[in-house]
């Protein structure tokens, strides 16, 4: 099993989403939320439109769109890998929703994933990856990928194979405003 980027944002999140999702077998139903099948909807109908001035801006040199990457332990479609004038690559990520001033962890985490699957595949460093709110006329974010990043990625990836693998019950997460709207508020003991 490899994972995917929502695995490693879950997992941070709280430990717990991993227990409950893939040692107990109990589904979250995200499938069914708006954002989620809005934001597929316009991954798609993005994929059609042209945001080349965006990438001219940022001294893309070329693109590589809807890119399907693996290693040994994770897996994910990045919307674009972008190779860059400076000879690193970056992946961009368009968000259907706006920008306010703040950029979700998970949406940095989400690229600091997207960045190993890069380096790996591509065989090239990744130093910054970009994020287009859609919502906000594709406004555009630079994000900075640290080392210290892409390693907190690679041990929560440790930590999720050792929960599966040992039926192991981890410590919930030590915010307790993010149980208010957990999927699993029902069947944890938070």
């Known amino acids: 099993m490899t994972l995917t980027p929502s695995h490693i944002i879950e997992y941070?999140?709280?430990?717990?989403?991993?227990?409950?999702e893939y040692v107990l077998g109990i589904p979250q139903y995200e499938e069914k939320s708006f954002k989620v099948l809005k934001g597929r909807e316009t991954h798609e109908l993005k994929a059609a439109q042209n945001i080349e001035y965006l990438r001219k801006r940022i001294g893309v040199t070329a693109k590589y769109i809807n890119q399907y990457l693996t290693n040994g332990y994770l897996r994910g479609e990045v919307d674009e890998v972008l190779e860059l004038k400076d000879g690193t690559m970056a992946p961009l990520d368009l968000k259907f929703a706006e920008y306010k001033d703040r950029i979700f962890d998970t949406y940095k985490t989400q690229l600091y994933c997207y960045a190993i699957l890069i380096e790996e595949n591509f065989g090239k460093k990744v130093n910054k990856g970009y994020l287009v709110y859609v919502r906000s006329k594709n406004f555009l974010v630079e994000v900075d990928i640290e080392e210290k990043?892409?390693?907190?990625v690679?041990?929560?990836?440790?930590?999720?194979?050792?929960i599966i693998a040992k039926n192991f019950y981890p410590a919930a997460t030590k915010y307790k405003k993010r149980c208010i709207s957990c999927t699993y508020k029902n069947v944890c003991t938070h």
């Open 12 to 20: 941070l999140f709280c430990p717990r989403f991993t227990y409950f």
């Open 154 to 162: 690679k041990k929560a990836a440790e930590n999720i194979y050792e």
């Open 149 to 152: 990043e892409k390693i907190k």
